[in-house]
């Protein structure tokens, strides 16, 4: 069974940081280049942060400078620390998982970050 289950999400005021987690399971983490997208009501699914099986990362020009990507292979996690949110990160927030002998991904459910004041 091929899990990838994110956790951390939560309430959190303009300003304020969370980090979150996906834990993985049923794949190889080492080989795969892992992500972070995020999904606002009305609007499309968007690439938030990539690091690859390398740790080379890759940003939205939206969070760069706010949002650190970062993995732990020997725990099979990524992380997305997020700070100075803003309003506008308000979405789901999903883990992405893409290896080179596989054509599609596999996909988290999901975690809700919410800021408001």
């Known amino acids: 069974q091929v899990q990838l289950v994110e956790s951390g999400g939560g309430l959190v005021q303009p300003g304020g940081s969370l980090r979150l987690s996906c834990a993985a399971s049923g794949i190889i983490f080492k080989h795969n280049d892992m992500g972070w997208y995020r999904q606002a009501p009305g609007k499309q699914r968007e690439l938030v942060a990539t690091?690859?099986?390398?740790?080379?990362?890759n940003y939205a020009d939206s969070v760069k400078g706010r949002f650190t990507i970062s993995r732990d292979d020997a725990q099979t996690t990524v992380y997305l620390q997020m700070n100075s949110l803003k309003p506008e990160d308000t979405a789901v927030y999903y883990c992405n998982a893409k290896a080179p002998y596989r054509v599609y991904d596999y996909w988290g459910q999901g975690t809700q970050v919410t800021v408001s004041s």
């Open positions: 690091i690859t099986s390398g740790y080379m990362t």
